[in-house]
């Protein structure tokens, strides 16, 4: 199984619908996660933390299940501009350098109008 | 609010050629980290340096230097350039490992 493993998608959504995908990851020891976002030919932007009591921001929703080790990332009321690629990093700790830091290939988001 | 800067933003080298990719960053960030993000590959860490004077391999570290003379810069360096290495490089820098990176706006480099 690899260490970090997401859906590559496209998910193709209509605007204004919910739509989530998950990251799961294999190492239970697995401490700290995050969403980042990508845009087409763009650096990959901090979206959010991934906090164990789960977290909102607006229209996006992140959790965490430490039972099944995925976290999750919600999105209500889709926009055309939520069209990206979304990546999950996770982070074992303790750990030294970049040992045990992975980021995901990601899920490629399509909203369609 | 600079954050993470990255020179140059696109370079055409000719197999055989150096070059050198500058990161700086204005956070005063310990960790720094360059990947390369190939299509369909998903960011790879190539070398990373967890503070001044410190220098370490990630996973794909062949073909490639660094160096990190100066707490916010770290630079990437490409001794003989191979068609192999024409990617979009990313610089990334973190307080520590636990916390999120922040990226440059990337390196298009192109190797003929």
């Known amino acids: 199984r690899k260490e970090v493993e997401q859906d590559p998608g496209p998910f193709n959504v209509p605007e204004g619908a919910t739509v989530a995908f998950n990251c799961t990851y294999s190492?239970?020891?697995?401490?700290?996660f995050f969403w980042y976002r990508q845009d087409c030919r763009k650096e990959p932007k901090l979206l959010m933390s991934?906090?164990?009591s789960g977290n909102e921001d607006g229209r996006f929703t992140a959790q965490l299940n430490r039972a099944s080790q995925y976290i999750s990332l919600l999105i209500r009321d889709s926009k055309l501009s939520d069209s990206a690629t979304y990546l999950c990093?996770?982070?074992?700790?303790?750990?030294?350098?970049?040992?045990?830091?992975?980021f995901g290939k990601g899920t490629h988001l399509i909203i369609q109008p | 609010n600079a954050g993470v800067t990255q020179t140059p933003k696109f370079r055409v080298l000719k197999t055989g050629q150096s070059m050198t990719l500058l990161c700086a960053q204005d956070?005063?960030?310990?960790?720094m980290y360059w990947y390369r993000q190939d299509p369909g590959m998903g960011l790879r860490l190539i070398h990373y340096?967890?503070?001044?004077?410190?220098?370490a391999k990630g996973e794909v570290p062949d073909g490639y230097n660094v160096s990190r003379l100066k707490k916010q810069n770290f630079l990437l360096g490409l001794e003989s350039a191979a068609p192999s290495q024409t990617s979009v490089y990313f610089c990334?820098?973190?307080?520590?490992?636990?916390?999120?990176?922040?990226f440059g706006d990337g390196t298009r480099l192109s190797i003929l």
């Open positions: 956070m005063n960030h310990e960790y």
């Open positions: 990334a820098s973190s307080y520590d490992r636990s916390q999120p990176q922040h």
């Open positions: 990093v996770v982070i074992i700790i303790p750990g030294g350098g970049a040992d045990g830091l992975t």
């Open positions: 340096s967890v503070g001044e004077g410190t220098t």
């Open positions: 991934v906090y164990s």
């Open positions: 190492n239970s020891a697995s401490q700290s």
